[in-house]
C-alpha cells in the first residue's frame, strides 16, 4: 500500500471541484509502504480501501496522472463521498493525448544535491501520476486568481483579447509562463528592463507554438506573450486596453507588471520534504507501490522486477516520458508500470570530444540544451538540436525521451525524426539484452526484428564529428506544420565530407551518409546505392540526376502509405536540396532571394521566410457616441478564463452518484446491428448499463434531432445507416472506464438483404437518393441563361470544383450532464447553442412536459455550429440514461468520438457553365451544386454522418465556387485575375435583383469601397509587380498575391432579454444568446450600460455593475438558437428593448428626485424605487422588422502567399482585410472573430482533411491527423482594418455582424496560392510538359501540401536536371 499525499498549506490545496483553476499548485508525492492507500490534506483525509473499487484502481492500478486534476477539464471534488474517485479516475477526456495543449500545467522538480529547481511544461493528459512523485505542480490558477488577484500574464492576455471561448487559455498561459520562467533562470542573458522578462520577442512568439487555439487567429496571443520580451517595442503590438495606440507613455506604464520569482514553484518546506526523504531512501530494493507503480533506482531492481514473479502476467508498461500513450493511444489498462527514470544510468549525459552520449531517459529538451552548450557544439550537433527543436511541442519534448522515440521507431514502426537524423550521423546505441549490453550502430538496432519486451535501451550516442574536416550536414521534415505539433511527410538528414579539387574547384564527395524516413517503410534507412554511387564523384547536374534514379528505386513506400508518390518526390527534392550547393550552375533551392520594397527601391536579400516574425496592425474605428458601446472593452469574464475558473460543463461539481457515458457507434455504413458484447477486459468489466434505442421510455420519442425536413434516432434501432452512427451508451462508473470500454465493444453486424450504402455524391445521384427539399428553399434563377450565353465571346462549358467536409474542432467537445430532479422533471446542464431546442428534443426523447426540462448553458468552449443540431442526439442520449438509471449522468466525449460522430462542414461539388465577354465581363452562369448531406435531411441523401451548418456554412463554399470561376474566367482570357473580379463585382442595381431588399440602401453598399481600398492602389500594384520580381529571381520558391471581395447575407432574429436590477444596485442580464466565444456577453454588458445610462449620474459608469448570467430555459423562455452571426446584436436589440422600459419606469422617479436633491446617485435612485415598489425587472422580446431583418456583411481580402517547390508548403507572408462591421458594438470584439474566422478559413482551404475510409468511418479522428491552423501558420503580417461605414437606423445603433462573414475572406489565400502554383507552372512548363495548361488547372479545398506539389509538378527536379544535360 501506499500514500499519495498532497501536502503544503491549506489553502494550496483548495477543496472544491473545477479544472485548471482548481488548486494553485499541488505537491506530491508517493509513498511506498506506509500503510492503507490514503489521500491527505489538511482539512480532510479518505481512506481509500473503503472507497468503491474504480477509486482503487484509479488511484493505485492505473496511476493516471493525478495531476491530470488540475487541467482544464477534469475537476475533481474533494467535498462529497469517494465520488471523489472521479477526481483521481482522471483521464485524457480529450483524448488528444498531446495534441492541443489545453492541459499544460508547470512541473517542477528539486535536486537536493544541487539545489536547482527545473521548471518545465508538460501536458497533462500524457502524464502519469507515478511519474510526479516529489514534483509540484503549478496551474494557471496558482499564478493567479479572482480571489488573490490575478498574474500579469492573465492580465495580458485578457487586456490583448486574447481569450474567446477561453477554453485553450489556461494551457497558453501556463506555456508562456515555462517559457517566462526559464528565459529569466538563464543567468548568462542580460537583465531586462523592469516589468519584463529575458525572453526575446522571436522565443515569445514561439512560446505557445503546440497549444491549439480554435477562436482568436492567434495574432493577439502572440501580442500578448510579445509583451513579455527585454527587446520589444510596445509600439509593434496590437490592439489592447492598457494604452492606445502611439502613445508610448502609457504603453510601458499601464502594462501589467511582470516580475521574475513572482510565484513560487518549488516552496522551501517541499525541498525539505524531498531532501528528507533523500535520507530515509531504501536504496537497497526497488521502490515500489504496490498495485501498479514500480520505480527501480538500478538495472539490477529492473531486472528483480522483471524477472518476478508478478511480473509474469498482465499488462506491463515500461515508461519513461508515457508521450507514447500520445501517438498509439493506449486503448486498455495497465496492471503496472515501471518508471525509468529512477536509473540513474539512463539520464547519463556524457561529454567527450567524439561526441555526447545521452542515457536513453533524457528528455527531448534536455538533449537540445547539451547539444547547443558552447563546449560541446559542433556543426552537426548543432544542427540536429535544431531538429529536434522541431519535434512535437515543448511541453511534449519536456517529457519525451530520447530512447522512448528510438523504442517506438524500433518497435512501431514509428515514423521518428531522431531515428532518421542519428541514422545520418552514424549514431551509435547501447541495448541491454538479459544481461548482456550491446552496442550497435543505430542501423543495426533499426534493421533487427522488434525488440523483445524487456530489451532496455541503455544509452544513444550522438557523433561531433568534431575531428573531421570539410563535414556538410543538413537535415530536413516536411510536415503539414513547420513547428507546431506535425509529424513529417518524409524527413530525412545528410552527412557528407568533401574535397575541393584544387585545379577546377570542382567539389569532391569522399564520403556520405544519407538517411530518410517517415516515408512508409518499417523504418529509417540509409540510402546505400546513392551513397555508393556518390562517394568519389564531382557533384555535377548528371550525377545528382544518376543519384535520384538510384535513390527512388530504395524509397518504395508500402502499399497503403497516403500520398506515396509525393513522399518519394520529397525524398528526392531534399536530395537534391543538399547537393545543388556542391554543383556548379545550378539553381540553388536553399538561396532565396527576397525581394522588398524599401523607401520606394526594391531591396533584395537571402532569407528564409519561415523566419520572417509575425507583425501586425490594426485599424478600427472607436465611436464614443453611443459609450460605452462601440468602446473596445475587454472580453467579460477574460481573466476567469486566463485563470482557468470560469466554469465550463465538465467543471461543474459532479453530483453525488454520477454516471459516466460513452458512446458505442457503428463503423459500418449500412448494416444490421445483432449484438454488442465487450471484450473481457478490466475496462469492459466496469460496465453498468448499455443504454440503447429499447431504452427510450414509454410514452418518448427515439428522436435525436428532428427539423423541418425529418428526423434523426438517438439510436440506431436494429439497422445501422451509417458509420459512425451511435448505437448506445457505455455507463460506467468513471468516465475512463466508459470510453475504454465503449471502445472495446465488439458488435456483430449483418448485410443481408441490404443493399450497398450510398457513400458520395456521385452515388447518390446514381441511385436517385435526394431528400425532397421544400420549393421555398429551391434556388431561384436570375435572368436569361440562354440569352446571357448568346452575348459571351467566350465559354467555359464544363468547369468543376470540389470542396471536402471540415471538421468543427471546438476545444470543448460535446458535453452534457443530465440530473434527473423531483416530480419526473431533469436538469440538463449542456454545451449547447441551442437550450431551447434541446429542452425540446429531451422532453420529447422522455415523453415528458417541456416545463419539466431545465436546459441550463452557462458558456461553450466553442461550438461553430455544431453544439446546435448535432449537439442534440448527445443531450438526449444523456438524459435518457439518466432517466432510466435515476442518477445524474454526464457525458464529455473523447475527441476520436465527437470527430466521428457529429459530422462536419458539407462536402461541396460543383459543375458550371459559365459565358463571359473578352473583357472578363460576366453573361451568363449555370451552376449545378452537389451537397453530400450525409443521413440527415438536406440535398443528397448518403449514409454519411449527418453534415450541418458550420461557421458560415453554404456561404463560404458558394464564395469560394464564385471565386474559381472567376479565376477560371481570367486563365482562359490571359487577364489579370483581380481586373476581372473588379469587372464582375456588383454595382448596387445589380445587387438588388440578386438579393432583392436585403441589399438596402444604396449608401448601405460598401463593397466596392472596400475592394478598391486593398486592391486598386499603387502599393497593390507595387506588391504585385514584387512578386512577379520574386518569381523571376526564384526558381525554386514562388509567389503569388490577390485580393477577394465577399458578400454574406445573414438575418436577425428573435430574441428574449431580461434586466434586473437588485437592491445594490448591481445589475443582472439574461439574454437568449449563449456565449460560445464570440463576445455576446461583452456587447450584452455593455448595451445594458447604454440602455440604463439616463437613469444614472454622469460619472457613473454602470458597466461595472453589470453581471450576463447563464441561459435557463425554464427562466428565459423562446431563446433560440445562437447562430447565424447576428444572436449579438439580437440580444443586444432584446437588452436595449428591456432597458427603455426600465428608464420609462424609472425616469419620472429620478426627475423628482432630481428637483428636489439635485444630484441623484444611482444606488439612491434604485433605493427609492424600490421602496416605492417600482418594478425593477424588464423583459422584452425583440422581434426584427420584417422589411430589413436581412442584410449584407461586405469585406475584402489581399493575401500574399509563397511556396516552396520541393515540399509544396505554402507560407502566408501577408494578409490584409478590409471589413465593415458597421458602428462597431465592440471593435476589439469584432476584430477578434474578423481575425479568428480568417484563420479558421485558412484551415479550410489549406490544412484540415476531414477524411473516411471506404465505409464512410471518418479516420481523420485526432488531433494526430487532423490539423487545424498554429501559430506559426498564421500570416507573417496580418492586418485588419475596419471601414467606418454610415449610419444605418435599420441595425442596432448601426452594427453589422461579424462572427461568420470574415471566415469567407480567407479564400484569399487560396486564390494567391493559385497565383503562385500558376507562377511555377508557367516557370516549369517546357519540363511538366503536355500534363495541363500552366495557367488553368482545377485545385479543390483543401488545398495541402501533396497537393501543392502534385500541381507544381511531382517530377520537376528531375526535368529541371535534364533540361540542363
Ligand atoms: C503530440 C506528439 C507529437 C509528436 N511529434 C513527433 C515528431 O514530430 N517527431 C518525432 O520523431 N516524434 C514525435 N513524437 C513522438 C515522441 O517523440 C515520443 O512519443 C517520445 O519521444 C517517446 O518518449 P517517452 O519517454 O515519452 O516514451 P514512453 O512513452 O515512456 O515509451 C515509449 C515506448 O518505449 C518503451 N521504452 C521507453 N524507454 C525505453 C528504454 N530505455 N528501453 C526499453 N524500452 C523503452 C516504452 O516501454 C514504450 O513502449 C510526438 C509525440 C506526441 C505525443
Ligand atoms: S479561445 Fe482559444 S479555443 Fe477558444
Not at 508525492?29 to 482539512?43: C, N
Not at 529569466?184 to 528592463?193: G, L, T
Not at 564520403?511 to 524516413?517: E, S, T, V, W
Amino acid at each position: 500500500m501506499g500514500y499519495i499525499k498532497p501536502i503544503g498549506e491549506s489553502d494550496n490545496l483548495r477543496p472544491r471541484k473545477r479544472g485548471a483553476a482548481m488548486i494553485r499548485s499541488m505537491f506530491f508525492w508517493v509513498e511506498p509502504e506506509l500503510g492503507p492507500l490514503e489521500l491527505v490534506e489538511s482539512t480532510r483525509s479518505f481512506d481509500c480501501s473503503t472507497a468503491p473499487i474504480p477509486f482503487l484502481h484509479s488511484l493505485s492500478r492505473e496511476l493516471i496522472a493525478i495531476f491530470q486534476i488540475v487541467s482544464p477539464f477534469l475537476g475533481f471534488s474533494f467535498s462529497s463521498t469517494i465520488q471523489s474517485s472521479e477526481w483521481l479516475c482522471v483521464y485524457p477526456l480529450f483524448f488528444t493525448l498531446g495534441g492541443c495543449g489545453a492541459c499544460v500545467v508547470l512541473l517542477s522538480k528539486y535536486d537536493p544535491a544541487t539545489d536547482e529547481v527545473t521548471d518545465f511544461s508538460a501536458s497533462s493528459c500524457l502524464t502519469l501520476l507515478g511519474s510526479i512523485n516529489y514534483c509540484s505542480v503549478t496551474t494557471t490558477e496558482g499564478l493567479g486568481n479572482a480571489k488573490d488577484g490575478y498574474h500579469s500574464i492573465q492580465k495580458r492576455i485578457a487586456g490583448f483579447h486574447a481569450s474567446q471561448c477561453g477554453f485553450c487559455t489556461p494551457g497558453m498561459c501556463m506555456s508562456l509562463f515555462s517559457s517566462l520562467v526559464n528565459a529569466d533562470k538563464d543567468a548568462s542573458r542580460p537583465e531586462p528592463p523592469k516589468g519584463f522578462s529575458k525572453i526575446t520577442v522571436s522565443e515569445a512568439e514561439k512560446a505557445i507554438v503546440g497549444n491549439l487555439c480554435r477562436c482568436t487567429g492567434y495574432r493577439p496571443l502572440v501580442d500578448a506573450c510579445k509583451s513579455f520580451a527585454a527587446d520589444v517595442d510596445l509600439e509593434d503590438l496590437g490592439l489592447n486596453t492598457f494604452w492606445k495606440k502611439g502613445n508610448k507613455d502609457d504603453s510601458a506604464r499601464n502594462l501589467p507588471n511582470y516580475s521574475t520569482g513572482d510565484v513560487c514553484t518549488f516552496p522551501e518546506f517541499l525541498k525539505s520534504e524531498v531532501k528528507s526523504s533523500v535520507s530515509t531512501s531504501h536504496s537497497h530494493k526497488p521502490e515500489t507501490i504496490e498495485y501498479g507503480w514500480y520505480r527501480p533506482k538500478s538495472i539490477e531492481h529492473l531486472h528483480i522486477l522483471l524477472n518476478s514473479e508478478s511480473f509474469s502476467t498482465g499488462n506491463v508498461k515500461l515508461v519513461v516520458g508515457n508521450t507514447s500513450s500520445g501517438v498509439y493511444k493506449d486503448q486498455d489498462l495497465y496492471d503496472k508500470y515501471i518508471d525509468l527514470r529512477g536509473i540513474p544510468e539512463l539520464s547519463i549525459i556524457k561529454r567527450t570530444n567524439d561526441g555526447v552520449e545521452f542515457g536513453s531517459g533524457v528528455t527531448i529538451s534536455r538533449a537540445i540544451e547539451v547539444l547547443r552548450e558552447e563546449k560541446v557544439s559542433t556543426l552537426v550537433l548543432k544542427k540536429i538540436a535544431d531538429h529536434l527543436n522541431k519535434v512535437a511541442s515543448p511541453f511534449v519534448r519536456n517529457i519525451a525521451s530520447v530512447g522512448g522515440n528510438l523504442m517506438l521507431a524500433q518497435r512501431k514502426q514509428f515514423e521518428s525524426d531522431i531515428a532518421t537524423i542519428l541514422l545520418a550521423a552514424g549514431s551509435k546505441i547501447s541495448v541491454l539484452e538479459g544481461l548482456e549490453r550491446v552496442t550497435l550502430t543505430l542501423e543495426e538496432f533499426l534493421d533487427r526484428p522488434p525488440c523483445a519486451d524487456r530489451t532496455i535501451l541503455m544509452s544513444i550516442f550522438f557523433p561531433s564529428w568534431a575531428s573531421y574536416n570539410n563535414i556538410l550536414f543538413e537535415t530536413y521534415r516536411a510536415s503539414p506544420r513547420p513547428l507546431g505539433n506535425a509529424v513529417s511527410y518524409v524527413n530525412s538528414a545528410f552527412l557528407a565530407q568533401t574535397l575541393i579539387d584544387e585545379e577546377t574547384g570542382d567539389v569532391v564527395v569522399e564520403n556520405i551518409q544519407l538517411a530518410f524516413g517517415a516515408f512508409g517503410m518499417e523504418h529509417a534507412i540509409r540510402a546505400r546505392k546513392v551513397e555508393d554511387f556518390l562517394k568519389g564523384k564531382i557533384v555535377t547536374s548528371s550525377v545528382i540526376l544518376e543519384a535520384i534514379r538510384f535513390l527512388k528505386e530504395g524509397i518504395v513506400p508500402k502499399n497503403s502509405t497516403s500520398h506515396a508518390e509525393y513522399r518519394v518526390s520529397l525524398a528526392v527534392g531534399f536530395l537534391f536540396k543538399f547537393l545543388s550547393p556542391l554543383a556548379k550552375g545550378l539553381s540553388e533551392p536553399g538561396k532565396i532571394v527576397h525581394v522588398e520594397l524599401k523607401n520606394g527601391q526594391s531591396h533584395m536579400e537571402s532569407k528564409n521566410s519561415d523566419d520572417i516574425p509575425i507583425a501586425s496592425r490594426q485599424e478600427i474605428l472607436l465611436n464614443s457616441e453611443y459609450s460605452p458601446v462601440g468602446e473596445p472593452i475587454k472580453k467579460a469574464g477574460a481573466e476567469l478564463q486566463a485563470s482557468g475558473e470560469a466554469v465550463y460543463v465538465d467543471d461543474i461539481p459532479t453530483p453525488k452518484d454520477c454516471l459516466h457515458g460513452a458512446f458505442i457507434y457503428s463503423s459500418k455504413p449500412l448494416a444490421y446491428v445483432k449484438e454488442i458484447n465487450f471484450k473481457s477486459s478490466m475496462a469492459s468489466t466496469k460496465v453498468i448499463s448499455l443504454i440503447t434505442a429499447k431504452d427510450i421510455p414509454k410514452g418518448g420519442e427515439n428522436v435525436g434531432f428532428a427539423w423541418y425536413f425529418g428526423a434523426e434516432p438517438i439510436f440506431a434501432d436494429s439497422l445501422a445507416e451509417y458509420a459512425g452512427q451511435p448505437l448506445g451508451l457505455v455507463i460506467a462508473e468513471t468516465q475512463k472506464y466508459a470510453n475504454l470500454a465503449a471502445k472495446q465493444a465488439v458488435i456483430e453486424y449483418s448485410t443481408d438483404n441490404l443493399e450497398p450504402p450510398i457513400l458520395s455524391v456521385e452515388d447518390a445521384i446514381e441511385r436517385n437518393s435526394f431528400f425532397q427539399i421544400p420549393p421555398m428553399f429551391y434556388p431561384k434563377q436570375i435572368g436569361d441563361f440562354s440569352k446571357g450565353m448568346a452575348e459571351a465571346d467566350k465559354k467555359i462549358e464544363s468547369g468543376e470544383v470540389k470542396l471536402a467536409s471540415q471538421y468543427y474542432f471546438y476545444m470543448e467537445p460535446q458535453t452534457v450532464l443530465a440530473v434527473p430532479d423531483e416530480d419526473n422533471c431533469m436538469t440538463v446542464y449542456a454545451a449547447s447553442q441551442w437550450p431551447e431546442g434541446a429542452q425540446a428534443h429531451v422532453a420529447k426523447a422522455l415523453g415528458i412536459p417541456f416545463h419539466n426540462v431545465r436546459v441550463i448553458t452557462r458558456r461553450a468552449g466553442g461550438s461553430f455550429g455544431a453544439k446546435a443540431f448535432r449537439a442534440m442526439p448527445v443531450i438526449t442520449a444523456c438524459a435518457v440514461a439518466a432517466h432510466k438509471l435515476r442518477r445524474p449522468v454526464k457525458v464529455y466525449l473523447d475527441r476520436q468520438t465527437d470527430m466521428v460522430m457529429i459530422g462536419g462542414r458539407h462536402p461541396t461539388k460543383a459543375n458550371y457553365t459559365v459565358g463571359f465577354k473578352s473583357d472578363g465581363k460576366i453573361t451568363s452562369l449555370h451552376l449545378d451544386l452537389r451537397l453530400n448531406a450525409g443521413i440527415s435531411e438536406d440535398v443528397c441523401k448518403t449514409n454519411n454522418t449527418s453534415k450541418s451548418a458550420m461557421r458560415a456554412p453554404g456561404d463560404v463554399q458558394g464564395s469560394f465556387i464564385a471565386e474559381a470561376i472567376v479565376e477560371h474566367v481570367a486563365s482562359v482570357l490571359s487577364l489579370d485575375t483581380n481586373a476581372v473580379r473588379r469587372k464582375n463585382l456588383h454595382d448596387h442595381e445589380s445587387l438588388k435583383v440578386f438579393f432583392q431588399e436585403s441589399a438596402g440602401e444604396a449608401s448601405t453598399y460598401t463593397l466596392p469601397t472596400l475592394f478598391d481600398r486593398l486592391a486598386s492602389t499603387p502599393s497593390y500594384e507595387a506588391r504585385a509587380k514584387m512578386v512577379k520580381h520574386f518569381n523571376f529571381e526564384n526558381k525554386w520558391k514562388k509567389r503569388g498575391i490577390s485580393c477577394v471581395p465577399i458578400t454574406y447575407k445573414v438575418r436577425t432574429k428573435q430574441s428574449p432579454g431580461k434586466v434586473s436590477v437588485l437592491n445594490d444596485g448591481s445589475i443582472v442580464v439574461e439574454v437568449g444568446g449563449i456565449e460560445i466565444g464570440q463576445g455576446l456577453w461583452t456587447k450584452v454588458k455593455q448595451m445594458a450600460a447604454f440602455g440604463l445610462k439616463e437613469l444614472a449620474e454622469g460619472s457613473e459608469d454602470l458597466l461595472e455593475k453589470v453581471r450576463v448570467v447563464q441561459a435557463d430555459s425554464l427562466s428565459l423562455i423562446q431563446g433560440g438558437t445562437t447562430g447565424g452571426s447576428t444572436t449579438s446584436e439580437s440580444s443586444c436589440a432584446a437588452v436595449q428593448l428591456a432597458c427603455n422600459t426600465l428608464v420609462e419606469r424609472l425616469k419620472p422617479l429620478k426627475d423628482k428626485m432630481k428637483e428636489e436633491k439635485g444630484v441623484v446617485p444611482w444606488a439612491a435612485l434604485i433605493g427609492q424605487a424600490s421602496a416605492q415598489g417600482v418594478n425593477l425587472s424588464a423583459s422584452s422580446l425583440y422581434v426584427p422588422e420584417p422589411s430589413t431583418f436581412r442584410y449584407i456583411n461586405y469585406g475584402a481580402a489581399i493575401s500574399e502567399v509563397e511556396i516552396d517547390l520541393l515540399t509544396g508548403a505554402t507560407t502566408i507572408l501577408r494578409s490584409d482585410l478590409a471589413y465593415d462591421c458597421g458602428k462597431s458594438l465592440n471593435p476589439a470584439v469584432d476584430l477578434g472573430q474578423v481575425e479568428g474566422g480568417f484563420i479558421h478559413g485558412v484551415g479550410f482551404f489549406l490544412y484540415e482533411e476531414f477524411l473516411t475510409n471506404s465505409d464512410g468511418l471518418t479516420v481523420s479522428d485526432s488531433t494526430w491527423n487532423y490539423k487545424i491552423p498554429t501559430v506559426d501558420t498564421i500570416p507573417k503580417e496580418f492586418n485588419v482594418e475596419f471601414l467606418n461605414s454610415p449610419h444605418n437606423t435599420n441595425r442596432v445603433l448601426s452594427s453589422k455582424a461579424s462572427g461568420e462573414p470574415p471566415l469567407l475572406l480567407a479564400s484569399a489565400v487560396h486564390c494567391a496560392l493559385r497565383e503562385a502554383i500558376r507562377a511555377a507552372r508557367t516557370d516549369f512548363a517546357s519540363y511538366v510538359g503536355s500534363k495541363g495548361s500552366p495557367l488553368t488547372f482545377q485545385m479543390d479545398v483543401p488545398t495541402t501540401m501533396p497537393m501543392v506539389k502534385e500541381l507544381c509538378g511531382l517530377d520537376i527536379v528531375e526535368k529541371y536536371l535534364k533540361s540542363l544535360a
